[in-house]
Every structure is written in C-alpha cells, then in structure tokens.
C-alpha cells in the first residue's frame, strides 16, 4: 500500500504510538512513516506515509506548520508543557503587555529549542541528558513565525494562532513571549490546524487529491509503449509526451490516461517513487 493520509493525533498518545497503530493495520514489512512529530499533550494534524510514498518525507517535512496554542502566564515548567515541574513563577501579565510584545516575534528570529527536546546535542537526545539531571546548553537557531494572532485572553491564558516554519518549537515561542512581558508561561493545549497545504479538513482527501493540493506535481504523459520501462523504473525524457509544468519536482506519472504512479524529475529522467492506480484518486 503506497498512501498518503492525514490524522487527528489525540492528546496521550506519542506520535510513535500512533504510528505504530497504524502500522498494525498493514501488510506485514509494509512501511511506515511520517512527516513531522506531535508532543504527547498535543493534538492535530499528523501526515503518515506508507509503502514508497515514505520517500516523499523529505519534501514533506519542509513545510510550515499553523498551531492554535493555549499560554498559561504566570508560571514555567521544565518541559515548558503541562507534564512538567514548576520551576519559576511570576506575575500575570495584562493584555495590553502582550499585545504590545507579540509583533516582535514575527519575521525570522533566534530561538533556543527546549530542553526536553529530541535534538541531538553531543551525540545524545537532549531530553534524556535532561531527565537524568545532566545540564544541557541547546544552542539557538533560526526559525520564522509567519503570523501570531492572540484569539483571546483571559485568567491569565492566551490562546494564540501561530504560523511557523519548520523546526520552531511551540512550547518556545511561549516561553520567549511570557519572557518578553516580564512573566513566567508554558502551553496547556496545543493544536496543529495544518501542515504546509493541508488543513484538518483535509482529512479523508484520498492521496492523489492530498498530493496535488502540494503544487509540488504535474503530470506527465507517457505512451502504452513506456509502460515496461516504467514497471522497472526507468522513465527517460524521450518516453514523456507532455508535462503540464516541467518546472515541478515531482509529477504524476499517466500511461495512456491512466494513473499509474508518482515520479521524481531527476534531469533528464523520471524517477519512479511508487505506483498508484485510479483507485488513489
């Protein structure tokens, strides 16, 4: 089975759980994957890739990502998440202070990862150097926050509309935004609503509509005399009768009208990354 297909991840579960759930419903050997992870706490969208559509994971994990996240103020965890300890308190701050701090977090900013992260610092997850109470320097990085739109704020939490490039952490940006107001906050509830061009109402969207939404693929023609060639992998540019955008990266391989597969473009060949049948559309 060679799919695309977007989850709900619900909050308990790791992101490897839900993989491995889902796993149990293939063939055995078939494989598995997905294109970015989700915190235990959190909840949202989840791209998983099975069979040879596992190869597209580098193209998909390059996306952006939009959360809606809720901020508690007034104090910080260690995990900077609600599974933590306390480890700092301080005052909540009024509206008008963090109305006033949010617009410098837009644009490409540095900020330092959690330390209950899974980068890799001297060889070793940072998390578990973390809980075995070794100090851990997680060096900063550059990430860019598209949008960030406070939705409301009350009680001291702010639930908040975050766009984002890949690799910033969440749980940072509320850090670094309870910081920035004289605070002390960590999430309570995070939610990703999208992953690049997909959203949650998405889900269901067979993997050829899931593909194309991507802008990544055209499609490209071959002639019924291609399809042995094809069946072995090899597409050369003279098999190709016509590409709607020979610009795109990948495409949607068709012989005689058919769907048969998806391609990578590779110079002067095509690349064949998994078959697909009119049953995927």
């Given at each position: 089975?060679?799919?695309?297909?977007l989850?709900?991840?619900?909050?308990?579960i790791t992101?490897?759980?839900?993989?491995?759930r889902?796993?149990?419903?293939l063939a055995?050997?078939?494989?598995?994957?997905?294109?970015?992870?989700?915190?235990?706490?959190?909840s949202?969208?989840?791209?998983?890739?099975?069979?040879?559509?596992?190869?597209?994971c580098?193209?998909?994990?390059?996306?952006?990502?939009?959360?809606v996240?809720?901020i508690?103020?007034?104090?910080?965890?260690d995990?900077?998440?609600?599974?933590?300890?306390?480890?700092?308190?301080?005052p909540?701050?009024?509206?008008?202070?963090?109305?006033?701090?949010?617009?410098?977090?837009i644009?490409t900013?540095?900020?330092?990862?959690?330390?209950?992260?899974?980068?890799?610092?001297?060889?070793?997850?940072a998390?578990?150097?973390?809980?075995?109470?070794r100090?851990v320097?997680m060096?900063?990085?550059?990430?860019?926050?598209?949008?960030?739109?406070?939705?409301s704020?009350?009680?001291?939490?702010?639930?908040?509309?975050?766009?984002?490039?890949?690799?910033?952490?969440?749980r940072?940006?509320?850090?670094?935004?309870?910081?920035?107001?004289?605070?002390?906050?960590?999430?309570?509830?995070l939610r990703?609503?999208?992953?690049?061009?997909w959203?949650?109402?998405?889900i269901?969207?067979?993997?050829?509509?899931?593909?194309?939404?991507?802008g990544?693929?055209?499609v490209?023609?071959?002639?019924?005399?291609?399809r042995?060639?094809?069946?072995?992998?090899?597409?050369?540019?003279?098999?190709?009768?016509?590409?709607?955008?020979?610009?795109?990266?990948?495409?949607?391989v068709?012989?005689?009208?058919?769907?048969?597969?998806?391609?990578?473009?590779?110079?002067?060949?095509?690349?064949?990354?998994?078959?697909?049948g009119?049953e995927d559309m």
């Open positions: 089975m060679n799919s695309v297909l989850m709900d991840k619900e909050p308990g992101s490897f759980g839900l993989v491995q889902e796993k149990r419903k055995k050997g078939t494989k598995i994957g997905h294109a970015g992870t989700l915190d235990r706490f959190a949202g969208l989840m791209v998983i890739l099975t069979g040879s559509c596992t190869r597209l580098p193209a998909f994990t390059s996306f952006g990502k939009e959360y996240a809720e508690v103020f007034g104090e910080e965890t995990t900077l998440d609600p599974e933590g300890e306390v480890v700092r308190r301080a909540v701050p009024t509206r008008e202070a963090l109305e006033a701090v949010l617009p410098s977090f644009g900013i540095r900020q330092v990862p959690p330390v209950y992260s899974a980068i890799h610092i001297d060889g070793e997850r998390y578990r150097s973390a809980r075995e109470g100090a320097e060096p900063a990085r550059e990430v860019t926050i598209s949008s960030l739109e406070l939705l704020f009350a009680d001291g939490k702010a639930l908040v509309r975050a766009a984002v490039s890949k690799g910033t952490y969440i940072s940006i509320a850090r670094d935004i309870a910081a920035a107001c004289g605070s002390a906050g960590r999430l309570e509830n990703r609503t999208a992953v690049g061009p959203g949650l109402a998405d269901g969207l067979g993997t050829y509509g899931l593909l194309e939404k991507t990544l693929f055209s490209s023609e071959l002639p019924g005399a291609a042995k060639k094809a069946e072995n992998g090899f597409i050369g540019a003279a098999s190709v009768l016509s590409d709607t955008d020979p610009e795109r990266p990948f495409c949607f068709r012989i005689g009208g058919t769907l048969f597969g998806i391609g990578e473009k590779d110079g002067e060949r095509i690349r064949l990354l998994a078959r697909l009119d």
